[in-house]
């Protein structure tokens, strides 16, 4: 009989010592000076949240994806998630930030509209309500694993054809909004921004639109299938609503979605569940790939 390394120390008397576990946070900030895929971004302080440094994966295929809520190998379609990044973040308003893993469903879930009433306001859609009421409860256990945290929820109208990633990531957090500045929740919607940081630093201060065939090859892209975002806009028709979303040729744009005058919906688009880990939420295997994703335990 052979005896492996490890019964051969009990033999011996020794007992071995293993490491303690890593949370997934940990785990991943441990690689984040050799996976060249996974980039540190400095923030300004905005008119809700303190100068930030967060850690995001960016390029055309990095290794950032996780099976979340199940242990079935292959991992289920409907299971792939991918990491957005390690992201500062608060559980409540005023409270401290954490920095928390936050995923997005790898493939879209299905068409919605935002289904509103004549407000621009996220925490009132379609959306919002299909994604924390229908899509959280039938998580089941897999509810464990989510925090409920804050979300940004201003409306913004800056110029689509010039907009950059940094003043995404401002207007986002800024002061200014039809409904509440910010909501708590559990699942929410891409930002304008993320989608904007996810091809590096180098974009940060130029307009998405000169690089949108760039943004093609982006890991977050869905090109050529349009997805709501979480930041709605004033816009220039004062008798529309319209959100931001990533459009059918790859770039941010606004979309108009309501019209008061005949009072009819535009558009069904894509959502893809955003949300954060718990800060506690372990790693346990994995190489991140998407046929050896990252597998998470409490």
């Not at 401290?96 to 790898?106: G, P, Q």
Request: aromatic share 16%; net charge negative; with cysteine.
């Amino acid at each position: 009989m052979y005896k492996t390394e490890k019964s051969f120390d009990v033999i011996q008397g020794k007992v071995p010592v293993f490491g303690p576990k890593k949370t997934l946070v940990e785990y991943l900030l441990n690689t984040k000076d050799t996976d060249e895929n996974l980039e540190t971004f400095q923030h300004v302080q905005t008119n809700q949240t303190p100068a930030l440094t967060d850690y995001r994966y960016i390029g055309k295929n990095p290794n950032n994806y996780v099976c979340f809520g199940s242990d079935s190998t292959p991992c289920p379609e409907e299971n792939l998630y991918r990491i957005i990044g390690i992201i500062p973040t608060q559980n409540e308003e005023n409270g401290i930030y954490e920095d928390k893993v936050k995923l997005i469903r790898s493939v879209p879930t299905l068409h919605l509209d935002y289904g509103i009433n004549n407000q621009p306001i996220y925490e009132n859609s379609t959306p919002y309500k299909y994604l924390n009421e229908t899509f959280y409860n039938d998580l089941g256990e897999a509810q464990t694993y989510i925090d409920e945290n804050i979300y940004f929820t201003c409306y913004s109208s800056l110029d689509q054809h010039t907009v950059t990633p940094n003043q995404f990531y401002t207007a986002e957090r800024g002061s200014t909004s039809y409904g509440q500045l910010k909501n708590k929740n559990y699942i929410g919607l891409i930002y304008p921004s993320d989608y904007g940081y996810s091809l590096g630093n180098q974009y940060n201060n130029t307009s998405i639109t000169s690089h949108v065939n760039d943004y093609h090859n982006s890991w977050l892209s869905i090109w050529p299938n349009v997805e709501f975002t979480i930041l709605s806009s004033t816009g220039t028709y004062i008798s529309s609503i319209l959100v931001w979303v990533i459009n059918v040729d790859g770039n941010v744009w606004t979309s108009r979605i309501w019209d008061s005058s005949t009072r009819d919906y535009f558009h069904q688009f894509y959502v893809r569940p955003t949300f954060y880990l718990k800060k506690e939420v372990l790693y346990k295997s994995g190489e991140g790939t998407q046929d050896k994703p990252y597998r998470i335990e409490i």
